[in-house]
Structure formats: C-alpha cells, structure tokens
C-alpha cells in the first residue's frame, strides 16, 4: 500500500542504498529512531552532549557553522564517538545553490563532505544541480559522506514548501536518484517507496512554538499520525536540565509507535 511503513527488518535486507542498509541496522541494534539535534555553540559542549546521547541515539545532527570554534579536532573527535558509539553524523547544511557552489562549499573551509554521513540539501535548485555532485562524492571512497536527504517539508511556520506541488517535485527528485537520495526531511511521510526514510524534525512534548517560526507537536503525531521513521529532537533534549532523562523518554516514546509495525 502506498504511504504505508514496511517492517524495518524488511527495509534492511530490500534496500539497495547503502547508507540506508547501516541505518536500518543501527535503528534495529539500538532500538531507537532517535536524531539529536545538537544546536550548541562550542565544540566541547557539543561534544559532551554527544558522548552522553551516543547510547539513546542512532543519528546526531550538528550545524557546523554554529559552532563559534569549529576545528578539524572537532570532526576527529566527533567522527571517533560515531564510530565507537555507532551514530550516524548529520550536518544540517542545506545546500541550495549551483552544483559547483555545492560541490566548492562540500570540500570547502569546513571540508564537510570528510566528516559528514549524510548532509541536508535543497530541491530548489533542481535534479541537475544536486544528484549528480553529490553522487561524485559519495562514491569517492575519499569521502565519509554517503547520502542526501532533501528537504521535502520545512517544519516552518508559512514556509513555501507547502506551496503547490512542491513537495510532488521534490519526491520525484528523490525517487529517480535512491542510490544518492537516502530520504527526506518532512513532517509527513511523502513517498511510497519503502527504502527512503522519512527524518521528521519539529518535534517536542514539552511546548508547541518558539519564537522564531519553528512550530512542534508531539512523537504520536510524528510516526503514528504523520508516519514519519525517526524524529528529530532538539531542544527538547538539549534546554532541558536533565538530557539523559529526556534521551530515554523520546527514545522510548517514539521507538515504541515505530515498532508497532514490524509486530503486526
Ligand atoms: O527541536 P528544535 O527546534 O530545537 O531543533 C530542530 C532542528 C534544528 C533545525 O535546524 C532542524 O531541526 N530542522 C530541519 C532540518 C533537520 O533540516 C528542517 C525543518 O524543517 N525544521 C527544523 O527544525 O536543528
């Protein structure tokens, strides 16, 4: 059926992408769909945090150009935790712009395509100015980074990818590219196909908007409801005074409503 959830086991041994296959594992060996999403502003705070969430978690999201003192220490030691802690690292770049531009940016300052499992990219800018950069570097053993999840839905108050078709536009984008493509950045679940997973940021139990446009709901909405795969959490976890308590609630919360389907 379309826009319904395959069992995970099942999405493991299907999937051809090979990002996806050690996603699917880390998920099933940590039970947990569970993102953090690490908004700190210095290295070491970031650092701790993710030495403390690397148990609860199977991805940890960064924004690099956040970090008020970001090093090549920094992703050493970031890509250490991972390894040893088994996570997926995440940044949060959103390439928008000409392939070139994104190709300059990926090996840039921040050399993000070293460090980075998965980054965030835009479909504004079209098929030709995305699948093909980025599949260059994914298959160039000299990189870390293996996949792309295209912003299909923004979490966003008012944002224009609600506008028509947009997000029609960017599905079809990710669906003729799934060696490349390994999901999408929503808040509902957009495509039929099974192997590419649904990331769902704009998720708190704890409060429903910031100031600044960015509008929540809770983890039943998110994978029930919405059918999204792994929820994205940021402040819910990292304002909080007590984090691990708040890993172990989101952890469980959300990984109990993914389960579901693969004992049915
Ligand atoms: O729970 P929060 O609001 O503290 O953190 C949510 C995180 C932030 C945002 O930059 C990011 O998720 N995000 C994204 C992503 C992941 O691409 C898209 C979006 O639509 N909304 C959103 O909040 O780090």
């Not at 880390?26 to 148990?55: F, H, W």
Request: charged residues 25%.
């Amino acid at each position: 059926v379309e826009n319904q959830r395959t069992p995970l086991s099942e999405r493991e041994s299907l999937t051809e992408n090979a990002l996806n296959k050690k996603i699917l594992s880390v998920m099933r060996k940590k039970k947990s769909n569970l993102c953090l999403a690490i908004d700190y502003t210095t290295s070491e705070e970031v650092l701790q945090l993710a030495e403390i969430a690397g148990p609860f978690v199977m991805a940890i999201k960064v924004h690099a150009d956040a970090i008020t003192d970001f090093s090549e220490e920094f992703t050493r030691k970031l890509t250490t935790l991972a390894n040893d802690m088994d996570f997926i690292i995440f940044e949060d770049r959103k390439f928008g712009d000409t392939g070139n531009t994104n190709l300059l940016q990926l090996k840039g300052a921040q050399k993000i395509a070293s460090w980075a499992d998965v980054v965030t990219v835009h479909a504004v800018q079209g098929t030709d100015s995305i699948a093909g950069v980025f599949r260059q570097l994914i298959n160039d053993p000299n990189y870390r980074l293996s996949g792309v999840l295209l912003i299909a839905q923004l979490s966003t108050k008012g944002s224009l990818t609600a506008l028509d078709g947009y997000t029609e536009s960017t599905v079809s984008i990710a669906e003729e590219n799934r060696d490349v493509i390994s999901g999408f950045i929503a808040q509902t679940r957009v495509s039929g196909f099974s192997d590419l997973l649904n990331w769902t940021p704009g998720v708190n139990l704890d409060a429903k908007t910031d100031s600044a446009g960015q509008q929540w709901r809770g983890v039943d909405e998110a994978i029930d409801v919405q059918q999204n795969d792994i929820i994205i959490v940021g402040r819910g976890v990292t304002s909080s005074s007590e984090p691990v308590q708040q890993l172990k609630r989101y952890r469980r919360i959300a990984w109990e409503a993914l389960a579901k389907d693969d004992e049915s």
